[in-house]
């Protein structure tokens, strides 16, 4: 009887290739996040820039009063509002993007999008917390 | 076969004609064939090499590529079966793009001024096992994975199972797949992340996803529907540029994102 080097058995048998779909809708839903906010952010964003660039002097009239006089009103905080969660949003997922389709390892995947994470939670909840806490009174 | 002689101009050896080559046709010009190569026995990376060969209009790239391998060096290796754009076997980059070699016809890669130059690269995106030939084992695991199979369920029909003229108009276009893997790797995002299912994968799911006979068409749409699925896709349009069959690839990429956006369950 003759015997041979090479193993009987074969290593990891019918293992699949990749990990079972995981059944979420999650990847659908910043998709179509994407499509939609873009669309508004065109209007928020451009608009934005005529005001506080163009219209009236444009960037030459911001200062503090000029702020604070827009912010008394209910219909910018909400404008300013909606753009900042929009295109913190938008913005962070299109890096998440990146990041997925660029970084190689599992490590720096793993620890680019903790970083881009905490950013954005920092920029949203920061911005959020003034939007709403804003004293034109201070000192 | 003579000695590599290196080109003052380039860091590339360009190869001459051996003594022994066949007479040179009437109405051929001589044109530059430069080639990606990789012997893994001996090179530690890949290297551009040259070869000045004659070419008639009527030649194809194929055509090129077996007089370097029969008359100048026989060890070029690269992958080929049909030679008539069927099998899909000679998918590699020719000047920067995706195409059949044997698909390529010598008349259009003529330069207008000057000599010709054709670079040939191995397709990317896929591990080089040797010159041009590369490794289709993620290729076609990605393929496996979306089940392109008929999955039906209950008992099999005593005769054909019926479909309208319609419904298989429905899917024809991705019926035409080669799996030659110029489409997938074209494609950037699978240049640099590989678990992307990439193109092939997607058009050979789309072509069960809308086929009236077929039953796991949600099956297939939860497993592109993950991260690694249709969402990915950039719509650079780059794997419809490829495709030597004519598919418009991204189209039916985009039909299963619409599938997926307005299914119900």
Redesign the interface.
Known sequence: MTTTEAPLSVDKPRSP??PA?????F??Y???FMRLSGVVLLFLVLGHMLIMLFLDGGVHRINFAFVAGRWASPFWQLWDLTMLWLAGLHGGNGLR?VI???SRSDRTRFWLKMLLYCSIVLTVVLGTYVLFTFDPNIS | MTAPTTDANSDTATVDLPSDAPPIPEGATMVTVKIERYNPEVDDDLHWESYRIPALPSDRVLNLLHYIKWYVDGTLTFRRSCAHGVCGSDAMRINGVNRLACKVLMKDMFAKKGETTITVEPIKGLPVEKDLLVNMEPFF?AY??IKPYLVTTGNDPTRERIQSVAERERFDDTTKCILCAACTTSCP?YW??G?YFGPAAIVNAHRFIFDSRDEAAEERL??L?????V??CRTTFNCTDACPRGIQVTKAIQEV?RA??FRRR
């Open positions: 290739g990749r779909a995981r059944r979420s809708n990847e659908l910043s998709w179509v993007t997925n389709d660029y | 695991e496996k994975a995002v640099s992340e678990s939860d497993i529907n993950d991260i690694d699925g969402w990915r994102k997926l956006m």
